[in-house]
Structures are given as C-alpha cells and as structure tokens.
C-alpha cells in the first residue's frame, strides 16, 4: 500500500488560503476563520489519534482484527493532514508562539 | 477539611511519575526496547554482553524469557534455556516468526525479519509493531498524567503563573508534535519508497512514544484553553456557552 500525499495536503492548503483571504478581504470575521480551522484541526486530531491510540492498544494486546488496515491508512491520512493544520494553527497564533520560545526578559530588549 | 483533602489527594497524585518512572525502568531494565537479539554494537547504546556470546543480553532475555511460553517456534523445540537461545538457527527462527505472526509472545525476532517486515511492499502495513510492541503506554501517560497534576499544584499554590504554566505545555506539546510528525513522514517516506534500514524499529517506537505526548499534551491543551475552545464552538454554530 502506498500512501496517498496530494490528497490530505492540497485541499487543506488550498480551503486555508481560501479562508485567509476572505478574512483579508472582509468577507468573514477572523474569529470564524480561527474557529473554522480550530475545528478541522480537532476532527484530525480525533481521527488520526483516535485511530492511532486504538491501534496502539490492539498492538499492545496483540489483537489482530480487520479494521486494522483501515485504521491505519485513515491514521496516515489523516495525520498527514494533521501535521499541515498545526503548521496553520501556528500560523494564526504566531505572537503566542513566539512568546513561547522567547523569554520575557529578551522580549523586552527588542 | 477539605483543604486538607486536596492536598492530601494532591500528593497522593504526585507520586504517580515515581510509580510510573520506576515501573518504567524495570520494563527497560529487563529486555530490549525493540525486541531485538543485536550482535555488536547493536541497534541502540545499550548494548551489553556479560555472557560473552557477542550477542546482546537484552535480547537475549526478552527471547528466553518469552520462549518458555512458545517453544515450539524452536526446530528442535528441546530447549527454552537463555544459554541455547544464541545456538539456534536464526534463519529458521525467522521463518517461523512469519509462519506465528500472530503468536503474542513472538519476540525472539532477527534485525533481517524486522527490516522485512518494515518495507512489506505488498500490505503497507509496519508489521514489525506486531513483534512485541514494548511501548510503554500506560507508563508514559501516568508520567505526564502526573506532571501536569504537579505543575496544575505549583499554579494554583502561586508557585508557578499561568503564562510559564501554559508556556510549559505548549513547548511539550510542539515537541511531541515535531516529533510524532517528522517521524511519522519519515515513515511514510520509507513505506512509499520501500526503503530498509536498520532504523525503521526505532522510528516506529519514537514515533509512537512522541504521538503519547502529543496526544496527552493535546487534551491538556484543550483543558487549559477551555475558554477559546467553548467559544470556538458558539462562533461556528451559534451555540450559546452554558458551561460554568
């Protein structure tokens, strides 16, 4: 089985510079756009941890079921995709992120 | 009284990481992380042979201490002692391990049956998670688990505000991240491209170790921006905030 890239990247890439521009643009409130993104960030984390976690206690238990491919490709999938929102994620809240690696002190020299 | 409950309860909890550290250790301790038998230098830095046979006794007791339960994976099938297990014909032992894939206590494997069992072109699927998976779930999540409980106790006692507070979790949190997700298209890199390297066992394990902290640190996360969260949700379905 080979994995599929151009399927969990580009739609996602294309719906975020979509949305970022009809919030540039005025069409929508910045807060919908956060939010919108916030939840496709959520639905990724719940299906490709969900699976993730699900497969991890089959493997522990050494359960070997037929959902298991499936799981795992949906896994794949889907953590490809979340790995790019969180990239986006960081994207929106850039000033909290950089606040998280700088220290207050060097903040104020700048 | 109920002062002296919570704290009670609260140090009670914070001996959760000692719990978790040292159950941890032990399963370390005893056999190797990745279910492997490595002639030297082996696979990780924690290569020791007291026994002399340039095999590596971490492997060599995750294999005796399993094969007592499957000794029929054996060709002879006479012996489950430590000292035999360096005698036996590992490509043999190899083809047996294919023929018990889905044997629990299948764990005397070979760095040739991993790295095959990596790049199966055919399903796709990492069947080396199949080979004992040592991942330690239970005892990461109760680390973190405590951690947070901890770092929760230093917050609300003053020790720590909640901006160093938060900032903690979001550094752990972009840490399992990173990880999690360079490893994991590492991963797919290797499937796609059918790539074998003696590394793909230790991708898989960091990878799953870094996913438990990023997916802990995600719900910890959630619950210490559990204000934007509620409102993420009335902005995008208008549904009105009703939870104190």
């Known amino acids: 089985m080979v994995y599929d890239m151009i399927l969990p990247i580009i739609p996602f890439v294309g719906g975020y510079l979509l949305t970022y521009s009809l919030y540039k643009r005025g069409v929508i409130r910045k807060s919908v756009h956060i939010s919108l993104w916030n939840l496709i960030l959520l639905l990724a984390f719940l299906i490709s941890g969900g699976a993730g976690f699900i497969l991890t206690i089959l493997l522990e238990f050494g359960i070997s079921l037929p959902v298991n491919q499936p799981f795992l490709f949906w896994h794949v999938e889907l953590g490809v995709t979340l790995v790019l929102v969180t990239v986006f994620h960081l994207h929106t809240y850039w000033k909290s992120t950089k606040t998280m690696f700088i220290s207050p002190k060097r903040r104020d020299e700048h | 009284m109920n002062i002296n409950f919570k704290e009670k ?210 719900v910890i996360h959630l619950h210490l921006y559990r204000k934007p969260f509620k409102n993420m949700f009335r902005v995008l379905f208008g549904i009105k905030n009703n939870w104190h």
């Not at chain 2, 038998?37 to 006794?57: L, N």
């Not at chain 2, 095959?116 to 005892?139: C, E, K, M, Q, R």
Request: overall charge negative; hydrophobic content about 35%.
């Open chain 2, 9 to 218: 309860l609260v140090s009670a909890v914070s001996t959760i990481p000692l719990i978790a550290g040292v159950t941890m250790s032990s399963s370390c301790g005893v056999s190797c992380p990745y279910g492997l038998s490595c002639s030297y230098p082996g696979e990780c830095r924690r290569y020791t042979d007291a026994g002399g046979d340039g095999i590596c006794d971490l492997g060599q007791t995750s294999s005796s201490s399993t094969d007592t339960a499957s000794s029929s994976t054996y060709d002879d099938g006479s012996s489950t002692s430590s000292t035999d297990s360096s005698s036996y014909d590992p490509a043999s032992s190899a083809q047996d391990q294919a023929d018990t894939s889905t044997s629990l206590v299948d764990t005397g494997n070979t760095n040739d049956s991993n790295a095959s069992a990596v790049t199966d072109p055919g399903s796709g699927v990492d069947s080396s998670l199949g080979d004992n998976p040592n991942y330690f779930v239970i005892p990461v999540s109760m680390l973190l688990i405590g951690l947070y409980l901890f770092t929760s106790f230093l917050f609300t006692r003053g020790i720590l505000d909640q901006q160093k507070h938060r900032r903690i979790w979001n550094i752990l949190l972009t840490a399992g991240m990173a990880g999690s997700g360079i490893t994991g298209i590492l991963l797919i890199m290797i499937i796609n491209l059918s790539i074998k390297t003696a590394l793909n066992p230790s991708l898989t394990f960091w990878h799953v170790e870094l996913s438990i902290l990023m997916v802990l640190a995600t």
